[in-house]
């Protein structure tokens, strides 16, 4: 049984962002691969549904303390601990 938030089956949208410097070689090369959590750690930040990713509790409790204001350390979303 999964503990703590959950993303919801649908996200809020952004606005997307263009690629400038993917090459097409790389795209037909591909880019994606299996990972594993301790080769790609992800920490999400789900307070107030901000949902940005992060590589470390730590890099989210500095944007939560930055740009939430808050130092609460709940509502991270993670495969990794």
Not at 44 to 61: G, W, Y
């Amino acid at each position: 049984m999964m503990h703590g938030p959950s993303l919801p089956s649908v996200l809020k949208s952004n606005p997307a962002t263009h690629d400038t410097t993917t090459t097409h070689d790389q795209l037909i090369a591909g880019l994606a691969r299996v990972t594993s959590p301790q080769e790609t750690p992800i920490y999400i930040c789900a307070f107030q549904d901000c949902n940005r990713l992060f590589p470390s509790r730590e890099r989210v409790m500095l944007h939560r303390k930055r740009d939430h204001n808050s130092e609460e350390d709940r509502d991270i979303i993670t495969w990794n601990e």
